[in-house]
């Protein structure tokens, strides 16, 4: 199977801690694109990568949160001094962009549950 | 700003019944939209979708119509399964590159 992958699948850390997540996007997708879901709630965006360029973030994504995708590849998403309201889960989901168009359908990772202890 | 607003769950129904969930937007602009299904365990997976006014999406027995005139996208299915319990999720997704996920609604079918 080659859909999305995310790794670790769960993270409990302590608060103040660091963590790093990992998405590998479906080969050859040009976007990926990060969320975060809150129990009963849905996907909320945090930002995405057209290959290597980060075009957009969301308001959500505090000075804490880092994304980086270095060679339009996987991608990362880091979070710094890690806060209990942190605790989530964390979605990739990737897409292939057509050029010229505007509608692409996103596939998307199983996500990463993280908690802040 | 653009949002949606989805039905609110949990829904309970018995094999064979007929479902409909409700999705409506605020109507700035013509988004596309889709609808995204959870499975109990699994990632969102894409359900169906509809790009324009009038346009019908369709999949697995499951049906939405773009209706511009009421901006909604309501899904529907004559007859659920056991299979079909998860959370489904309503996502317009405007000319920018999110999309606005509802909160989502979750179908319990039972035998």
């Known amino acids: 199977d080659t859909g999305v992958s995310q790794d670790p699948r769960h993270k409990i850390t302590k608060r103040g801690q660091n963590v790093t997540f990992r998405c590998d996007p479906i080969?050859?997708?040009?976007?990926l694109y990060w969320y975060r879901q809150t129990l009963g709630q849905g996907p909320e965006f945090l930002t995405y990568?057209?290959?290597?360029?980060?075009?957009?973030k969301s308001r959500l994504l505090s000075d804490r949160f880092s994304a980086e995708r270095p060679k339009g590849s996987f991608s990362t998403l880091e979070i710094q001094r890690t806060e209990q309201g942190d605790s989530a889960m964390y979605l990739c989901?990737?897409?292939?962009?057509?050029?010229?168009?505007?509608?692409?359908?996103?596939?998307f990772g199983p996500g990463t549950r993280l908690t802040v202890l | 700003g653009n949002s949606v607003t989805q039905m609110e769950g949990p829904v309970t129904l018995s094999e064979e019944a007929f479902l409909t969930i409700n999705c409506t937007y605020t109507?700035?602009?013509?988004?596309?939209l889709f609808w995204y299904v959870q499975y109990p365990g699994e990632g969102l997976q894409l359900l169906l979708k509809a790009t324009k006014a009038d346009d019908k999406g369709s999949n697995k027995g499951f049906e939405a119509t773009y209706r511009k005139e009421t901006t909604s996208f309501h899904l529907e299915k004559g007859s659920v399964q056991v299979s079909d319990s998860a959370v489904y999720f309503c996502?317009?997704?405007?000319?920018?590159?999110?999309?606005?996920f509802g909160t989502g609604t979750s179908l319990t079918v039972i035998p």
């Open positions: 080969s050859e997708h040009n976007r």
């Open positions: 109507a700035t602009g013509y988004p596309s």
């Open positions: 996502a317009p997704k405007w000319n920018g590159n999110q999309f606005y």
């Open positions: 989901a990737s897409s292939l962009h057509p050029l010229g168009g505007s509608t692409d359908t996103q596939y």
């Open positions: 990568f057209q290959n290597e360029a980060q075009l957009e």
